[in-house]
Nanobody, 123 residues
Framework: QVQLVESGGGLVQAGGSLRLSCAVSGFMLSRYAMGWFRQAPGKEREFVAAIRWFGGSTAYADSVKGRFTISRENAESTVYLQMNSLEPEDTAVYYC????????????????WGQGTQVTVSS
């Protein structure tokens, strides 16, 4: 059974940091890329970052480059999103996803999704 379980969201002031985690189980991670997406109220789901489990290459949305870092821990089958210098515009539900289409930046590139974790950045 494929499971992606996010954690680490919360309320933080602008300029602060949060680290999101996504624990993964039920499939062979080495074949997959993992992505983080976010969705703010009234907006479409948007790409944030992605990482290939094998090799570790990464991709980022322009809006988060230099502030967010995606990484994975093989031993724990967990992918992380370190978010620094948070801005009110980063407020959204953040979703972890897994897919076989490389470092895709579209939601359709990912076949498995977590339930999401809320991140709220106050000004």
């Amino acid at each position: 059974q494929v499971q992606l379980v996010e954690s680490g969201g919360g309320l933080v002031q602008a300029g602060g940091s949060l680290r999101l985690s996504c624990a993964v189980s039920g499939f062979m991670l080495s074949r997959y890329a993992m992505g983080w997406f976010r969705q703010a109220p009234g907006k479409e789901r948007e790409f944030v970052a992605a990482i290939r489990w094998f090799g570790g290459s990464t991709a980022y949305a322009d809006s988060v480059k230099g502030r967010f870092t995606i990484s994975r821990e093989n031993a724990e089958s967990t992918v992380y999103l370190q978010m620094n210098s948070l801005e009110p515009e980063d407020t959204a539900v953040y979703y972890c996803a897994a897919g076989l289409s490389g470092l895709g930046q579209n939601a359709i590139d990912y076949g498995y999704w977590g339930q999401g974790t809320q991140v709220t950045v106050s000004s």
